[in-house]
């Protein structure tokens, strides 16, 4: 009888996404593009919240990939407003990795320094777990959700950069326990900031626009 020795060979499954989301973030830099993951549930209003930053920037040129497991309805709302916007399905797949994001960018012509808005797929679980070559997150959330989304997905609220708080104008008709949502959002995150917005009044969006250029600019300075 001869020994059987069973060997396991443990592989980080993000290490090559990790490789390629480095390359793609590499790659904007220099083309002077600040890209922006934007997570959030699915119907919290992450294609309006995009709309509505876009709207208040100023001397920035935005581009958009939208991803969805289906569907282009929301790649066609946002061309119909002449903004360059690209698709991508994962057909079934709960985010987008780094792979389908580098497919994608090779398909776009920057042909301006600009800030790439990437909304991916509705989803507050898988999202967080992978890099898509971006510079910043951006958490998207709604008072509508309630204030407990904090406590059930963490790491969302951990990696955010900056955390938007939509539908605010509906706070008057909900229950919602804004000291408690930050209490557990503070637990997890001592420095994003948070900024209330409504796309009813056009509440706060000025000021995520302005942190997102000011990043842009930083990020610009440090190539």
């Given at each position: 009888?001869?020994?059987?020795?069973?060997?396991?060979?443990?592989?980080?499954?993000?290490?090559?996404?990790?490789?390629?989301?480095?390359?793609?973030?590499?790659?904007?830099?220099?083309?002077?593009?600040?890209?922006?993951?934007?997570?959030?549930?699915?119907?919290?209003?992450?294609?309006?919240?995009?709309?509505?930053?876009?709207?208040?920037?100023?001397?920035?040129?935005?581009?958009?990939?939208?991803?969805?497991?289906?569907?282009?309805?929301?790649?066609?709302?946002?061309?119909?407003?002449?903004?360059?916007?690209?698709?991508?399905?994962?057909?079934?797949?709960?985010?987008?990795?780094?792979?389908?994001?580098?497919?994608a960018i090779q398909n776009?012509?920057?042909?301006?320094?600009?800030?790439?808005?990437?909304?991916?797929?509705?989803?507050?679980?898988?999202?967080?777990?992978?890099?898509?070559?971006?510079?910043?997150?951006?958490?998207?959330?709604?008072?509508?959700?309630?204030?407990?989304?904090?406590?059930?997905?963490?790491?969302?609220?951990?990696?955010?950069?900056?955390?938007?708080?939509?539908?605010?104008?509906?706070?008057?008709?909900?229950?919602?326990?804004?000291?408690?949502?930050?209490?557990?959002?503070?637990?997890?995150?001592?420095?994003?900031?948070?900024v209330k917005v409504s796309?009813?009044?056009?509440?706060?969006?000025?000021?995520?626009?302005?942190?997102i250029s000011g990043r842009?600019?930083?990020?610009?300075?440090?190539?």
């Amino acid at each position: 009888m001869h020994d059987v020795r069973k060997i396991t060979v443990m592989e980080n499954i993000h290490d090559e996404n990790d490789h390629i989301a480095y390359h793609i973030n590499e790659d904007l830099s220099n083309k002077g593009i600040f890209a922006i993951n934007i997570i959030g549930a699915p119907g919290i209003g992450k294609t309006t919240v995009i709309k509505n930053l876009i709207a208040n920037l100023d001397g920035l040129k935005p581009y958009v990939i939208e991803g969805d497991i289906e569907s282009d309805i929301d790649t066609r709302s946002l061309r119909a407003l002449g903004i360059r916007t690209f698709q991508i399905n994962t057909f079934g797949a709960c985010h987008l990795d780094a792979p389908l994001v580098h497919n994608a960018i090779q398909n776009i012509e920057f042909d301006e320094q600009g800030i790439l808005f990437i909304e991916n797929v509705g989803n507050l679980v898988c999202p967080a777990e992978f890099s898509i070559g971006e510079h910043v997150k951006l958490l998207i959330c709604s008072v509508t959700e309630g204030g407990d989304k904090p406590y059930k997905y963490p790491l969302a609220f951990e990696k955010a950069d900056i955390v938007i708080l939509n539908k605010v104008d509906l706070s008057p008709y909900l229950d919602f326990d804004e000291d408690f949502f930050m209490k557990g959002l503070r637990a997890l995150n001592k420095t994003a900031p948070v900024v209330k917005v409504s796309a009813k009044t056009g509440e706060g969006f000025k000021e995520a626009a302005y942190w997102i250029s000011g990043r842009a600019e930083r990020a610009s300075t440090t190539r």
